[in-house]
């Protein structure tokens, strides 16, 4: 069993910038791949970035490319989601989810998952 708790989302002005943190507990941490992703009202689940267990291989959703930077701590067993230039499409509810393979883009991929936490960009 792995238990993810999302920390960092708030409100903030469009070209603004956040960061999310997920933490692991539970099981070895750096035996998982992880995910975020993030779901609006009435929406699927939508994939935002993924990133491997050593943090050596990352992948990265078109619409939030060279905006977005994944990366891990596994010292710390922590996660993170760097937002820059944030939009208003950009706001949603950001999840984050583990999985004990490859990284994966699909959200039903992934076994475990956090509780959420809400990003809102204004314009």
């Known amino acids: 069993q792995v238990q993810l708790v999302e920390s960092g989302g708030r409100l903030v002005q469009a070209g603004g910038s956040l960061r999310l943190s997920c933490a692991a507990s539970?099981?070895?941490?750096?035996?998982?791949?992880m995910g975020w992703f993030r779901q609006t009202p009435g929406q699927e689940r939508e994939f935002v970035a993924a990133?491997?267990?050593?943090?050596?291989?990352?992948l990265y959703a078109d619409s939030v490319k060279g905006r977005f930077t994944i990366s891990r701590d596994n010292a710390k067993n922590t996660v993170y989601l760097q937002m820059n230039i944030l939009k208003p499409e950009d706001t949603a509810v950001y999840y984050c989810?583990?999985?004990?393979?490859?990284?994966?883009?699909?959200?039903?991929?992934?076994?475990?998952w956090g509780q959420g936490t809400q990003v809102t960009v204004s314009s």
């Open positions: 539970g099981r070895t941490f750096n035996n998982y791949a």
């Open positions: 990133i491997n267990w050593s943090g050596g291989n990352t």
């Open positions: 989810a583990a999985r004990q393979d490859i990284v994966a883009v699909t959200a039903t991929r992934y076994r475990y």
